[in-house]
């Protein structure tokens, strides 16, 4: 694979792996709750089945099990999932999302 194509595909921006998960989750926007899926998930950022448009941009929190809410950034959004970038360091990440953020790949 030419380094072009790794770029546009995600590999060489990513610094933490993702581990495919298959959780119930919670989007708030604050305004309005949504129950989503959530699958690829990261210390950084997780990718979400929502079948409702969000900006990008926009700030939600989302909550994943019994975990703390998770403060995110909408950072795309495509054929009905949605990408969120996560406002907190790593290290507090890991610990909202208790046993489930044990597993993850840190790094």
């Known amino acids: 694979m030419s380094k072009v194509n790794k770029e546009d595909s995600g590999e060489v921006r ?11 989750a919670v989007l708030d926007t604050g305004v309005y709750e949504f129950e989503c899926v959530a699958y690829d998930l990261s210390l950084t950022g997780v990718r979400v089945k929502l079948d409702l448009p969000l900006k990008t941009e926009c700030e939600v929190w989302l909550m994943v099990k019994d ?41």
């Not at 996560?86 to 046993?99: E, I, K, N, R, Y």
Request: proline content about 8%; glycine content about 10%.
């Open 14 to 24: 990513r610094r933490f792996a993702r581990q495919h998960v298959l959780l119930k």
């Open 67 to 107: 975990c703390p809410h998770i403060p995110a950034k909408v950072a795309w959004t495509r054929e009905g999932y949605v990408g969120l970038k996560f406002l907190m360091p790593t290290g507090q990440v890991a610990d909202s999302l208790g046993s489930v953020g044990e597993r993850l790949p840190k790094s």
